[in-house]
């Protein structure tokens, strides 16, 4: 409904400039006209590619390019391993949901699927072959477990069931031995990021869903209350991003994981997460009439954009507003996902516009896009199956 809505508003200052032209007031008619109806173009355009296929098209290219290689695509563009896993799982997440719109395309989903699991199993990616009951890669474990598990669900095999289990019982393992219930992400590292813990409790439930198990509800309630306790930020009632106060901005709620958070908690935690949501959106949104924007940091303050951020221009951030547009479709804010699409198509349109600096390396890899196109992929396939 928020798009015909959006329609409205852009029509009627259209309606009016066509009746001050009317009734003689001439100029400015034709300068409401004028102002008015490149929004309207501009709504068309976007409806177009979202309905038209235009966007589905393009992003399922990405998967296949993906997801039919061994990685290699990646590693011959320097690029790291953390986004290469992330990459490949989130297009293993979306296409399944792409099968439920797409059924004429399941067989060829399914080759993609298994192409998926082999290649984060595979020896260059698996970072935990040596022993999973050691391993402490929560952000490995909790993406490949997500990725087997879509593969079962869409083809219905049960080969990596055995495998499946022991990942959900290590990342429940890694989760219950910290006191803040917070899972390390990489190994050794004493970061401890909540988003990625989000994360974590997502596998878990889809675990549970899939094996009759029951890892992830008490981990859940256990979890969410040591947030609140704990890791609160007490200006805008937001959870803390990186809880090992590792980094400056550690005290502060960061807009790149907020929206990765609410986007996995949406499903177990729906209270949470649209509490989360709005409070995100007081302190962090940005509105624009037929964009939003979102901020990294609380107003006031800013850090320099880094790996986490992406591009930062005056506070506002890629990832932020990238994550946002899976929270909104994940929590069906029909409004803010149109305001997002509008703001997507327009940043497309700048590219277009200055290709050359936006193929600097300073403002991301070839990862960056294959994640942000992974990312928009996911919003698009998770709205239309609704």
């Known amino acids: 409904m928020a798009i015909f809505f959006l329609f409205l508003l852009e029509l009627l200052p259209l309606v009016m400039g066509y009746g001050l032209w009317r009734f003689a007031f001439r100029k400015i008619g034709i300068c409401i006209g004028l102002f008015s109806l490149p929004l309207l173009l501009m709504q068309v355009s976007v409806l177009n590619d979202f309905y038209g296929g235009k966007n589905e098209a393009h992003y399922y290219q990405k998967a296949k390019i993906l997801l039919t290689d061994d990685f290699s695509y990646f590693q011959e563009k320097g690029t790291d391993w953390e986004r290469g896993v992330m990459a490949t799982a989130w297009f293993a997440e979306t296409l399944v949901l792409y099968a439920q719109i797409r059924p004429e395309k399941k067989e060829e989903i399914g080759l993609l699927l298994k192409n998926a699991c ?35 669900h869409h083809s219905k095999t049960k080969t990596y069931d055995s495998l499946s289990l022991a990942f959900a019982t290590r990342l429940a393992e890694l989760m219950a031995q910290e006191s803040s219930l917070n899972a390390p992400s990489y190994g050794a590292s004493p970061d401890r990021w909540t988003g990625d813990n989000a994360l974590i409790l997502s596998a878990l439930a889809h675990a ?80 624009f009439f037929l964009i939003s924007l979102f901020r990294e940091y609380p107003t006031q303050i800013d850090f320099q954009a880094d790996y986490d951020s992406g591009i930062d ?13 899976t929270a909104s479709s994940a929590l069906s804010d029909e409004w803010t996902f149109w305001q997002l699409q509008n703001t997507l198509w327009g940043g497309y349109l700048v590219i277009s516009l200055f290709p050359s ?30």
């Not at 698996?126 to 050691?134: R, Y």
């Not at 807009?255 to 302190?283: D, M, N, V």
């Open 313 to 325: 221009f005056y506070g506002i951030g890629a990832a932020a507003t990238g994550n946002a547009i």
């Open 118 to 152: 082999e290649i984060l199993l595979s020896k260059k990616i698996n970072t935990c072959q040596a022993d999973i009951k050691t391993c402490h890669e929560g952000l490995y474990l909790a993406q490949t477990l997500n990725t087997l598990i879509a593969y079962r």
């Open 208 to 287: 549970d869903q899939s094996f009759g198990t029951q890892f992830s509800k008490p981990l859940v309630i256990k979890w969410k209350t040591k947030i609140e306790t704990h890791y609160t930020d007490p200006k805008t009632g937001l959870l803390l991003s990186e809880i090992g106060n590792n980094y400056p901005w550690s005290a502060y709620p960061r807009g790149s994981s907020i929206g990765y958070t609410i986007r996995y908690l949406a499903q177990i935690e729906p209270t949470f997460s649209q509490t989360t949501w709005e409070k995100y959106k007081k302190h962090y949104k940005l509105d």
């Open 357 to 386: 600096y936006f193929e600097s390396p300073d403002l991301g890899n070839e990862a960056d896009w294959f994640m942000a196109n992974a990312l928009y992929f996911w919003a698009w396939a998770n709205f239309m199956k609704e």
